[in-house]
């Protein structure tokens, strides 16, 4: 994606190509018009088109060039806080919605899949979230506790469960999540573009919105070649965001993460590690993730960026603690590597914003957005299509110091080894 290996990585080369698009040129006129083609705007559009809405979704540079191109493919069905949190955070009644509508949205994901026939390697065989020692055990199995009075199916796995699941002994034990899985991300991307296209909706690539007036009680977005007036806008560019709407680029602490994709692993090793295929990340604060693809490439990700001195660094340490995790791969090449930006808000909890008349948006998934991205982009479309009245509450927040955390985590990478 636009000549650069850092951006999109295995991702890039491995995806089924886009569907056909082109930059906006000249004037249309729209029911509404989208802001960004990750999973929410696609899955906005994919909804509204399906209504028979006229839909026109705009995006800067190529379908899935945010967060969605570029994530560890894990669709999550938790939340990084613990439900217990969240319905403090938001309240009993908005706080279990948000629960249960999130905790259903693997499922909707999946299901999505299915309807369109998308071409991007689901596997639904469940996460597991990996316990690092004695306070990593009881983080999940608090968890699991809250989860379970909810009626999720998750479980602590014991340690020795988790080392013949993982083929690793380095966890004192994990929650296994069955409603999850994992997604090639960019792939899935790409078919939902083709499934939003296939159901009525245009989509134009390079095509940067740079400016938006109203008139008349029509929204005007301008690109570089062209405009559309719609009567309502969905503004989906979350932590990719900048003009006209930039506060949801604002109000998120932007953090680099990074994966590394070995080259295919040996059938031996692909029969030991993973066999189940889960996806994977552990309970420490500066995180790891692992997962296969479908080839048998074993995808490991942390937080930081691959620019500067962060690549050499983080690389290092990838290799370092892939070893240390599996002592058995033995001597690792890393067949592609790439990065992008999670953007985090205060609470880790997503927001909905009316930014203007008829104007909404929800960003902020915290670094896991494809099940929100899909679940929250049908919210939307609803919400447009006058089908719910329902608004989440939205504070605005301060935008905070990012450069400290790219730096914070090459620090910990170089230094700590394998915290
Ligand atoms: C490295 C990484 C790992 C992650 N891992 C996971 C994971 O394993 N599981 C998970 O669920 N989530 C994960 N996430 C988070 C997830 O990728 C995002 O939450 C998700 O992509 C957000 O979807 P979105 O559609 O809202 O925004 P994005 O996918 O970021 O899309 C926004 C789009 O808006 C476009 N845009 C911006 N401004 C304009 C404009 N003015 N005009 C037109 N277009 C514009 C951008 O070019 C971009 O394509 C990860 C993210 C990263 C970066």
Same mark, same amino acid.
Do not use: K, V, W
């Given at each position: 994606m636009q000549n650069d290996p850092l951006s999109h990585g295995l991702w890039e080369t491995s995806a089924p190509p886009p569907p056909p698009t082109s930059p906006l040129t000249g004037r249309v006129k729209a029911d509404v018009a989208i802001v960004g083609c990750g999973y929410t705007g696609l899955s906005a559009a994919l909804r509204l088109a399906e209504a028979g809405a006229k839909v026109v979704a705009l995006e800067a540079v190529e379908i899935g060039f945010g967060g969605a191109g570029r994530n560890v493919g894990l669709v999550n069905a938790g939340m990084w806080v613990m439900p217990r949190e969240v319905v403090k955070a938001l309240g009993p009644d908005y706080g279990e919605r948000t629960l249960s509508l999130l905790g259903g949205a693997p499922a909707e994901v999946f299901e999505t899949i299915d309807k369109c026939a998308i071409d991007c390697d689901p596997v639904r065989n469940g996460t597991l979230h990996c316990a690092v020692g004695a306070s990593g055990l009881e983080e999940i199995e608090e968890r699991a506790r809250q989860l379970g009075e909810r009626g999720a199916p998750v479980r602590v796995l014991s340690a020795a469960e988790t080392a013949t699941r993982i083929g690793s002994k380095a966890y004192a034990g994990a929650l296994i999540d069955m409603r999850a899985g994992t997604i090639q991300p960019l792939a899935y991307a790409r078919g939902l573009a083709r499934a939003a296209i296939a159901a009525g909706a245009a989509i134009h690539t390079l095509s940067p919105v740079g400016a938006a007036e109203r008139t008349g009680g029509l929204w005007t977005l301008h690109t570089g070649n062209g405009a559309v007036a719609a009567d309502w806008i969905v503004v &989906? !560019?979350? &932590?990719y965001g900048g003009a006209p709407w930039p506060q949801t680029r604002r109000e998120q602490i932007r953090l680099p993460y990074f994966n590394f994709a070995t080259q295919p692993l040996g059938a031996d090793l692909q029969a030991a590690i993973l066999p189940g295929r889960e996806g994977c990340w552990d309970t420490r604060k500066i995180l790891s993730s692992f997962r296969f693809d479908r080839a048998g490439r074993m995808v490991f990700g942390s937080f /930081?960026?691959?620019? /500067? !001195?962060g690549l050499p660094i983080h690389r290092a340490w990838a290799k370092r603690a892939l070893n240390k995790i599996f002592?058995?791969? /033995?001597r690792i090449e890393f067949e592609a590597q790439w990065y992008g930006m999670i953007g985090m808000t205060d609470n880790a909890l997503p927001r909905f914003h009316r930014l203007a008349e008829n104007v909404v948006t929800v960003c902020g998934y915290n670094g896991r957005g494809i099940r929100p991205g899909t679940v929250f982009g049908r919210v939307l479309a609803d919400y447009v299509l006058g089908r719910t009245a329902d608004e989440p509450d939205a504070p605005a927040l301060p935008s905070l110091r990012e450069a400290y955390y790219e730096a914070g985590a090459q620090i910990a990478h170089a230094v700590g080894a394998w915290l």
């Open positions: &989906a !560019t979350d &932590a /930081g960026a691959l620019r /500067g !001195t002592p058995r791969i /033995g």
